[in-house]
């Protein structure tokens, strides 16, 4: 069992930034990939950005890239998410997720624990 805490959600101008966070329970951390994904209103959840279990690969959508860094630091458990140059269509409630089945997923149902999730509101 993973227990997935998020945190750094807010209300930022367009043009701004956050940073996410994301704390692990347990001493498995590094064996999970892990993921970004956010959900909009009336919108499916989707992924954003996906991260490998040693970190050294990293998968972006690419209407994030060049603007989004997904980072983990497995000493600490934890996993980020640097959003630079937001827009107003960032706007949506962002999830973190673990997958244990693939050293990086990019879909949805390999992921089998998710946090609660962390608003972000981006206003224009």
């Known amino acids: 069992q993973v227990q997935l805490v998020e945190s750094g959600g807010g209300l930022v101008q367009a043009g701004g930034s956050l940073r996410l966070s994301c704390g692990a329970s347990g001493r498995t951390f590094g064996s999970y990939a892990m993921g970004w994904f956010r959900q909009a209103p009336g919108k499916e959840r989707d992924l954003v950005a996906a991260i490998s279990r040693s970190g050294g690969t990293t998968y972006y959508v690419d209407s994030v890239k060049g603007r989004f860094t997904i980072s983990r630091d497995n000493a600490k458990n934890t996993v980020y998410l640097q959003m630079n140059s937001l827009k107003p269509e960032d706007t949506a409630l962002y999830y973190c997720?673990?997958?244990?089945?693939?050293?990086?997923?990019?879909?949805?149902?390999?992921?089998?624990?998710w946090g609660q999730g962390t608003q972000v509101t981006v206003s224009s």
């Open positions: 997720a673990a997958g244990g089945r693939t050293d990086l997923s990019t879909i949805l149902r390999e992921y089998d624990y």
